[in-house]
């Protein structure tokens, strides 16, 4: 007999079900029956008693009440949704505080949700890029149900957003907002032109077209916009703004009336203008979002590039003043035209954290992710080093390939021999930058690279290791992702 069949008929009475395997805040009881998740061995199952609602997986009987083992497949996180709706992302944008934590491997959930069960802050469970899916072999269904099984196990009934990040074309939009997502990030990249910024007045002349509506709306009026900040445009800086952004407007204008208008489909819209290198400047935020207010575009968030550098898995690096002094006139014109910044590649920025929270008037949103592959690689270094230095030495090998997918400042001759360090030292090489960001960009290959027989070199290990050690890695995530949120509410109200 399985475990978890020893305690269906114990359920209702006052036993502790953690010794059968039964994760106990997704005990749930509904009209003429039970269901909960269970660990039976390698393997999770939803149990789900007393009644058909539609679960596939092995039947069977307990007292003769019917019962199914449903793994955990998208079949079943749909059923699970419509039963339980608090296991369906919603549209929490609109709330004062929220954070995107993303889920690359499909098993952070649970460390996630620990952490927002203390803040009040929504968590926007499932956000992932294309990129990441495409490096993982994920899909956006995956990613959903691993939300989805994770708020069922863990009992989190708040609410949590569902975001198709950095999507750059409208059909991938539609995908994710027909799978149920509740949030897009349209990244504008591929409809801005940074490069004109550069251009000598004479090249911007010759480009630029005469706009006399536009003239008319900037030139010679100063805008006041409360807060201390005024704004004024001359011709030479708004011929450049047109050319920069005006493609970018025109896009944005077009996912909004397509996908967004009231009437299409219930969803929340975040503009990223953000993955340039150029800083955005005061003048052009503003510029960007009179222009979409022009174009009765309504959005949650926006997310500009801010002046410094935010690099992956390591803290702020740039100057902290000039930081703080332009990030405060972006809220200002955040509140003027009534939505929040969000802050991307948040994770472990932690120098910048309680600035943030502060000038936002603890209105934000904050895109973390990654971080949690790096705490399940901290995982691997404490309870297998043998598996940690093969990882470490793989990662090592692919590093130039996936440079190429992401802008760091990694230097491998800083990074310690793995094959020097005892095995107590190999977690500190997470406290060191460059052997985080090494580990930080290389999930892909690390994940999805075959042996000559097609067998993952390391994924499957990698997977059962974190099943076994699901209490550890948890706990480490409730601590990094905890942090995050105390500093960020630090001077919130202050
Ligand atoms: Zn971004």
Redesign the pocket.
Known sequence: MKNYQNFIPLLGAKVDPVPYGVYPFSINDIEGGSVFMTKDGEETLIIAIGKDWGFSGIEFESEGRPCVAAPLTHGNAEVLRKLFPFTAPIRVLGKERTVGVGDRLGIAGPGHIRVFQEYDAFPILAQQSIRELNLTHRTYMDVLDAATFAVFREGYRKGFGADGD?LKKPEDVEMALKLGFTMITL?CSEHMHNDVEAMPDSQVDSLYTADPVLEKRYLGKVFSIGEGVSLTYDLPALKRMKLVYGEMIDFAASIYERFFEPGVYQADFEI?I??TTTPTTPLQHFFVSNELKERKVVYATL?PRFCGEFQKGVDYIGDLAQFESELATHCAISRYFGYKISL??GSDKFSVFSTFGRLTKGRFHVKTAGTNWLEAMKVVAIVDPVLYRSVHKFALSKFEEVTKYYHVTTDLSKIADVDTLTDAELVKLFDQNDARQLIHITYGPILSTKDAAGNYLFKDYLYRLWSDHEGLYSDMLFKHIGRHLACLYKNMKG
Request: aromatic share 0%.
């Open positions: 950095h990244d990223s953000d993955e997310a991307h590649s």
